[in-house]
């Protein structure tokens, strides 16, 4: 006679996969997340290759603003704000892009740090619209892309906050 199973009823069930799946809310909001980022990405790209036309736009600007400057000094202002902005959003970018694996396992606090990054995100693409940005009509892929990308940011931050995203959140907390 073979010795018999011991009972499987005091085993440990496998961990349900619901608490370690996002819903697809979050999914969606991680993936606009990380669209908007590759979309601000694209628009530091075409930033970067319209530079020497930027720089020109922005010289006009400082010497319209103070005539007595010297050359040295208004292409030392330009460059900073050229590369200041630029920097300034690549950062904000960053971030954001790093926030999106936490807020993808469950981890509340990227949701509140990602409230932050809009926010200085908002500030870059400000930035972003005055400095890498001009008068003319018609589309102007840095600043249009950066706006998209902020909007983009904006509904992931939403779509993380609501109700099924929320609750799911609250159940991760619960079961560590």
Same mark, same amino acid.
């Given at each position: ?7 499987? =009823?005091? $085993?440990? !069930? ?27 990405? &694209? ?11 930027? %720089? ?7 010497? =319209? *603003?103070? =005539? ?5 000094? #208004?292409?030392? #202002? ?5 590369? /200041?902005?630029? +920097? $300034?959003?690549?950062?904000? *970018?960053?971030? @954001? ?5 936490? %807020?993808?396992?469950?981890? /509340? ?8 990054? #809009? &926010?200085?995100?908002? +500030? ?5 619209? $005055?400095? *890498? ?6 589309? @102007?892929?840095? !600043? ?11 509904? $992931?931050?939403? *779509?993380?906050? %609501?109700?099924?995203? =929320? ?10």
């Amino acid at each position: 006679m073979r010795p018999t199973r011991p009972e499987m =009823s005091n $085993a440990v !069930p496998p961990p349900i996969m619901r608490e370690h799946t996002p819903p697809p809310l979050l999914r969606v909001a991680g993936g606009a997340e990380l669209l908007g980022v590759v979309t601000g990405a &694209v628009s530091l790209v075409f930033a970067f290759l319209d530079r020497e036309a930027r %720089l020109d736009d922005l010289r006009e600007t400082a010497r =319209s *603003l103070d =005539s007595q400057m010297e050359a040295a000094r #208004v292409d030392e #202002v330009v460059l900073i704000a050229l590369w /200041g902005t630029m +920097g $300034a959003f690549a950062l904000v *970018l960053l971030v @954001q892009a790093l926030l999106v694996g936490p %807020l993808l396992r469950g981890q /509340g606090w990227a949701r509140w740090a990602l409230l932050g990054t #809009v &926010v200085l995100n908002a +500030g870059a693409v400000l930035l972003v619209l $005055a400095f *890498l940005g001009n008068d003319s009509p018609g589309f @102007q892929p840095a !600043p249009h892309l950066a706006v998209a990308q902020l909007l983009l940011a904006v509904v $992931a931050l939403v *779509l993380s906050l %609501l109700p099924p995203a =929320s609750r799911w959140f609250r159940e991760r907390r619960a079961s560590r």
